[in-house]
C-alpha cells in the first residue's frame, strides 16, 4: 500500500489528471480492500490528480454503509474523487463472499 500511495503521489506530480483504485479482497498482485482508505490518504498528499475507486464492487457492501462512506470521502475530497461502482470479476472474492454471480449481468 505505501507503494500504492508512492506511485499516486508521483502521478500528481507527473500531472496526470486522474488514478483509479481497484477493490480487491483476494487479489495477488492489486489487493486493497478499501480504496476510500487509500484515497482518504493520498488525497491529501496530493495536489491537483482526481482519485477515484475503480470500481467500489457493490455485491461486497451494505448499501447504506457504503454510501455513508463514500458520502463523506467525496466531502473529504472537495470535487476530486469519482466514484466507480460494479459487480466485481475475480471469482475467489466471489467466494469469499459467498455469491454467485449472474452469467448475464456479467455480460457472458
Known amino acids: 500500500l505505501d507503494d500504492d500511495l508512492e506511485q499516486i503521489i508521483t502521478l500528481d506530480q507527473l500531472g496526470f489528471h486522474e488514478a483509479w483504485i481497484g477493490e480487491h479482497f483476494t487479489s495477488v498482485w492489486e489487493n486493497i480492500p478499501a480504496p476510500d ?3 482518504a490518504s ?3 498528499q496530493t495536489d ?6 475503480g470500481v467500489t464492487c457493490m455485491s461486497n457492501h451494505n448499501p447504506f454503509t457504503i454510501a455513508s462512506r463514500i458520502a463523506q470521502l467525496d466531502h473529504m475530497c ?4 469519482h466514484w466507480g461502482v460494479g459487480s466485481g470479476g475475480f471469482p475467489d472474492d466471489f467466494e469469499v463472499f459467498d ?4 452469467r448475464e449481468s456479467r455480460g457472458a
Not at 491537483?48 to 475507486?53: D, H, K, S
Not at 455469491?99 to 449472474?102: A, D, E, G, V
Open 42 to 44: 493520498a488525497i491529501h
Open 78 to 81: 472537495h470535487g476530486r474523487f
Open 99 to 102: 455469491l454467485t454471480p449472474r
Open 48 to 53: 491537483n490528480i482526481i482519485l477515484g475507486t
Open 37 to 39: 482508505l487509500l484515497i
